[in-house]
């Protein structure tokens, strides 16, 4: 019965997400919104949208270690996952945008919800300022746009806009409230299931949250990206990502954090000690690799592995806590340093050659 109600979870999740950008970008376009601003605020908002609603449900639920384990896992395997599995497909091209504006963005974000939980949780004033700088960044890029409108642009060329059984206004706002419907009957679905295994096997929700949830939630950037890389649509699979973990801090953590009343988010030691600082030295990475303008197939494969690594450690560290603290001083005293040595290096290289051709 458990297994039944994550897959069917999963499955309410992913397909409500899919409903829910495909009704909701049609209406944008056809309301004259530009594709860049579609691109970069509803897709990646539609695709972050199982882990908001996840993490709002574990919120009212008091599943609060799910709720942010589930927004710091996504980020995790948003960028390890799913660009290791599109880099896998086809090398990615890189964007000037991107390395310019979206990665410093969601850097900074990173840094600031590591900021909010200095106190060890997400306040009330934490989640508001959160929201605050979602409707903040959704400004700045229409605005963007209205500066400089791009009709070539190809965010959403993954995203059929010639189908005839969805012309009429009515069927796209029919697609947005089933979507709606589906993500939160699957976020219950997903957080009942989720807290009811772990229980039974003795993991704890946040390993859950980190792992199961995280990856579930994140199908919906996984597909896309995949098959935007797939098309040929390399830059958009990056693009998607990107947003998406932007989104998932300021809107994902930002309604979790109000959900959850005058207490707030609670922080678990592990978050605040490991799991935080391995999201935001992910996001750094992406800087010196992004900046000779591709993501190689050997990118792609070190990341798959690096997030292997990180999943067998979270999963030590519910089980066998004193195998996972032997795993996690290998990692920060050889792996680590071995990373951010070459991460500078290739930076350093990057700036020499200066920018290099999309391919």
């Known amino acids: ?53 996840v993490s709002v449900g574990g919120a009212f639920k008091g599943a609060t270690e799910i709720a942010i384990g589930n927004v710091v896992g996504s980020n995790i395997f948003n960028v390890l996952g799913v660009l290791g599995v599109s880099a896998l497909i086809i090398p990615l091209a890189v964007s000037v945008q991107i390395i310019r504006q979206e990665v410093p963005i969601m850097i900074g974000v990173s840094v600031l919800l590591i900021a909010s939980t200095l106190d060890g949780r997400i306040s009330t004033w934490d989640a508001l300022l959160f929201l605050a700088c979602a409707a903040g960044y959704i400004v700045f890029l229409v605005r963007q746009s209205r500066a400089s409108r791009d009709a070539e642009n190809e965010a959403l060329e993954d995203v059929p806009m010639d189908s005839e059984w969805d012309r009429h206004w009515a069927v796209r706002v029919a697609l947005v409230v089933v979507g709606l419907i589906l993500l939160v009957l699957g976020s219950n679905a997903l957080v009942g299931a989720a807290t009811e295994i772990a229980k039974s096997f003795g993991v704890s929700d946040l390993v859950i949250g980190l792992t199961i949830v995280a990856i579930g939630t994140s199908l919906p950037e996984l597909a896309t990206s995949a098959v935007a890389a797939w098309k040929g649509h390399r830059d958009l699979a990056i693009g998607n990502v990107v947003g998406s973990n932007i989104f998932n801090v300021v809107l994902c953590l930002g309604a979790s954090g109000l959900a ?3 207490a707030g988010l609670p922080i678990a030691e592990q978050v605040l000690r490991v799991d935080l600082w391995f999201m935001l030295a992910v996001a750094m990475s992406c800087m010196p690799i992004f900046l000779g303008r591709t993501m190689g197939r050997g990118v792609g494969a070190g990341f798959l592995l690096t997030y292997a690594v990180y999943t067998v450690y979270l999963i030590l560290s519910s089980r066998d806590p004193e195998a996972a603290q032997a795993l996690g001083s290998v990692l920060l005293g050889y792996i680590l340093p071995l990373v951010v040595v070459g991460l500078i290096v290739m930076m350093v290289r990057a700036l020499v050659r200066g920018p290099q051709p999309s391919v």
């Open 1 to 53: 019965m458990l297994a039944a109600l994550l897959v069917g979870g999963l499955v309410g999740l992913v397909v409500g997400a899919d409903l829910l950008v495909r009704g909701a970008a049609k209406l944008a376009l056809s309301w004259g919104i530009s594709p860049l601003v579609v691109g970069l605020t509803i897709v990646s908002i539609g695709t972050s949208a199982p882990e908001i609603a």
């Open 260 to 262: 959850a009343g005058g």
